[in-house]
T-cell receptor, first 114, second 112 residues
Framework: DGGITQSPKYLFRKEGQNVTLSCEQN?????MYWYRQDPGQGLRLIYY???????QKGDIAEGYSVSREKKESFPLTVTSAQKNPTAFYLC?????????????FGPGTRLTVT | QQQVKQSPQSLIVQKGGISIINCAYE??????FPWYQQFPGKGPALLIA?????SEKKEGRFTISFNKSAKQFSLHIMDSQPGDSATYFC???????????FGTGTRLQVTL
């Protein structure tokens, strides 16, 4: 099966702990993205990467970090500096280039921090 | 700063009726406008998309109408079905990185 996998589906952490969310794709896509979804706010871009070993901040990068060591993997770390980490996190990927538009989304990880 | 404004926030339509969701944008650099459908607990899935050089695109029961001068676009769902009940997001793309800016979403409920 081709697609994007995110694990785990649900994640619970105590405040002050860092947590890493996994995102893996076997679509051979160059670009990968992390979004955060909160009720009534749509999806907001955290980080994106167009190529291995390179990534850029999105609109709400503060308190998050990423790495892109392999084409198929783009893990997101939610650090203790993120003030409101409880949210639904979505990973996406797409082919790169102007003619390649569609972003494919994974099933998401719901993070709860107490 | 919200660059894509979506309305209504929620919508209830009877089975067989027409569902209409509207979006407006400000950034004239946007060059691609997709609509995503999301079911509870799932990731969004692309439903239909349009480029700004086209005024309308139809795929089955789903139609996008695009008004470039007004900087507005809308999704029409004809013959709405209970299975269409989901949250719909409009989005706009800019740049070679395919960055998408999303609207805030519309929760559609289709009643029997």
């Amino acid at each position: 099966d081709g697609g994007i996998t995110q694990s785990p589906k649900y994640l619970f952490r105590k405040e002050g702990q860092n947590v890493t969310l996994s995102c893996e794709q076997n679509l051979n896509h160059d670009a990968m993205y992390w979004y955060r979804q909160d009720p009534g706010q749509g999806l907001r871009l955290i980080y994106y990467s167009q190529i291995v070993n390179d990534f850029q901040k999105g609109d709400i990068a503060e308190g998050y970090s990423v790495s892109r060591e392999k084409k198929e993997s783009f893990p997101l770390t939610v650090t203790s500096a993120q003030k409101n980490p409880t949210a639904f996190y979505l990973c996406a990927s797409s082919m790169s280039g102007l003619a390649k538009y569609e972003q494919y989304f994974g099933p998401g990880t719901r993070l709860t921090v107490t | 700063q919200q660059q894509v404004k979506q309305s209504p926030q929620s919508l209830i339509v009877q089975k067989g009726g027409i569902s209409i969701i509207n979006c407006a944008y400000e950034n004239t650099a946007f060059d691609y406008f997709p609509w995503y459908q999301q079911f509870p607990g799932k990731g969004p899935a692309l439903l239909i998309a349009i480029r700004p050089d086209v005024s309308e695109k139809k795929e089955g029961r789903f139609t996008i109408s695009f008004n470039k001068s007004a900087k507005q676009f809308s999704l029409h769902i004809m013959d709405s079905q209970p299975g269409d009940s989901a949250t719909y997001f409009c989005a706009a793309r800019t740049g070679t990185a395919s960055k998408l800016t999303f609207g805030t979403g519309t929760r559609l409920q289709v009643t029997l």
